[in-house]
């Protein structure tokens, strides 16, 4: 099956400070989401991205899909955007079933 | 809007008792609907999903069984549970085509003792 591989594993950042988060997958996709884990362990959505660019707010993300990986960029951190990410894929010609990566625990300390 | 809802959100079970977590979705119809697990570590694991009522696939062989008795309704069950059955259950929809975004229930966390 289609293999989801993120990075960094973990990562702590100061407030303020700005970061990028990689997810590449090994098939072609013609889905593709990046979602937020909350400490409750809602998963939030935040980008439905196959392909391009996306921007909110702080947050934006760049798939390119022919080389088979996304970026997600989180600018000034705020200790409320502590958490896991998930990159989540889906492969070309399948329905949804999403496959996820193992996340990026991300730590905004004050 | 679209909103879906499972329950309960927390549930402690004895090894060999029964489960039932239901999850339904409002706001459309004919929607994709599919139940996550997510142990011990971070990853998601896709156990069931369903295009239609009374269509469940399986993705992973074990003793959980889903149902869709309706449109909108999707239940995850189990006759005896296992230890191993613990973890953070997600209830999840879609629209019924390719390519759309999927959204997650609250979650379910489930302690088997």
């Known amino acids: 099956g289609i293999q989801v591989e993120q990075s960094p594993p973990d990562l702590i950042l100061q407030e303020g400070a700005n970061s990028t988060l990689r997810c590449n997958f090994s098939?072609?996709?013609?889905?593709l989401q990046w979602f937020h884990q909350n400490p409750w362990g809602q998963l939030i959505n935040l980008f439905y991205i196959p392909s391009g660019t996306k921007q909110n707010g702080r947050l934006s993300a760049t798939t390119v899909a022919t080389e088979r990986y996304s970026l997600l960029y989180i600018s000034s951190s705020q200790t409320t955007d502590s958490g896991v990410y998930f990159c989540a894929v889906a492969r070309q010609g399948g329905s949804e079933k999403l496959v996820f990566g193992k996340g990026t625990k991300l730590t905004v300390n004050p | 809007s679209q909103t879906i809802h499972q329950w309960p959100a927390t549930l402690v079970q004895p090894v060999g008792s029964p489960l039932s977590l239901e999850c339904t979705v409002e706001g459309t119809s004919n929607p994709n609907l599919y139940w996550y697990r997510q142990a011990a570590g971070r990853g998601l694991q896709l156990l069931f999903y369903?295009?239609?009522?009374?269509?469940i696939s399986s993705e992973v062989p074990q003793n959980l069984s889903a149902s869709r008795p309706q449109d909108r309704q999707f239940i995850l069950s189990s006759k005896k549970l296992l230890l191993s059955d613990s973890g953070f259950y997600l209830c999840?929809?879609?629209?019924?085509?390719?390519?759309?975004?999927?959204?997650f229930g609250e979650g379910s966390w489930l302690t088997v003792v």
């Open positions: 999840a929809w879609s629209y019924y085509s390719s390519g759309n975004t999927i959204y």
């Open positions: 369903s295009v239609g009522i009374g269509q």
């Open positions: 098939d072609s996709v013609n889905n």
